[in-house]
């Protein structure tokens, strides 16, 4: 096979269900994200932060953001108003640098192709997640969406990932899930399914995903369908 390539391959018919965290491994939402802190920052007088500093923090959700952008601890009063007014300004421009991984639309092909279903499980609330995999034309591909308010509690408890495989009608040894963060891992783990890092996406200088206990690390979104091909679920 040629570098780069996609197997298209039988995958192991065990295999039943894909699912895919949000943000940092599906889409590379990082640069929307990046401006609606900014934005929030330049409301109060503050410059922008580069976006190196804020990229490793995105998959971590809104309150990490204002925790990088303003310090101070989530008990302070104005924490919780900048963190309603950075989803506020990001719900305005949800998908204008957003965009897939660059390989994650093949691969989405060829889990289809294989016959595999594949949803999405995102601790991002389901008022933006809606409307962002509309905006990136997967609302009417993806199987499953479990959102953050979907059920509780949130990753890196097991629920929501348990709560998508009973609703895909699967056993969670079935299932395979893929996220770029240490607690998509411990869900994954803990609800019984396979797991694999998504190292393409927003892991900091501090992360460490070889301590992390998932069943591999892929360097980009073949890696997933390379998995899959493995026999390996």
Not at 73 to 86: A, M, V
Not at 157 to 167: F, R, V
């Amino acid at each position: 096979m040629k570098p780069g390539a996609v197997n298209t391959g039988a995958a192991s018919p065990q295999c039943r269900l894909v699912l895919l965290d949000l943000d940092g491994t599906l889409a590379d939402s990082g640069p929307d994200l990046a401006h609606a802190l900014n934005a929030v920052r330049a409301e109060e007088g503050l410059p922008a932060l580069p976006y190196a500093r804020i990229r490793p923090q995105v998959s971590h959700g809104a309150r990490a953001l204002i925790r990088l952008g303003f310090g101070g601890r989530e008990t302070e009063p104005d924490f919780e108003r900048r963190r309603q007014r950075l989803l506020n300004v990001y719900r305005e421009k949800l998908c204008v640098h957003t965009k897939l991984f660059p390989g994650m639309a093949e691969v989405l092909d060829g889990i289809e192709r294989l016959g595999i279903r594949w949803g999405v499980v995102t601790n991002k609330p389901a008022w933006l997640t809606g409307p962002l995999l509309a905006a990136l034309r997967l609302d009417k591909r993806v199987a499953f969406v479990v959102s953050g308010d979907t059920v509780a509690p949130r990753k890196p408890h097991p629920n929501p990932l348990l709560h998508a495989a009973d609703t895909a009608g699967v056993e969670p040894a079935q299932c395979v899930y893929v996220g770029d963060a240490e607690r998509d891992v411990q869900a994954g783990r803990a609800a019984g399914m396979h797991t694999l890092v998504a190292a393409f996406g927003y892991l900091g200088a501090d992360d460490n995903p070889r301590a992390w206990g998932a069943d591999a690390i892929i360097d980009q979104p073949a890696g997933i369908l390379a998995w899959l091909n493995g026999g390996k679920c």
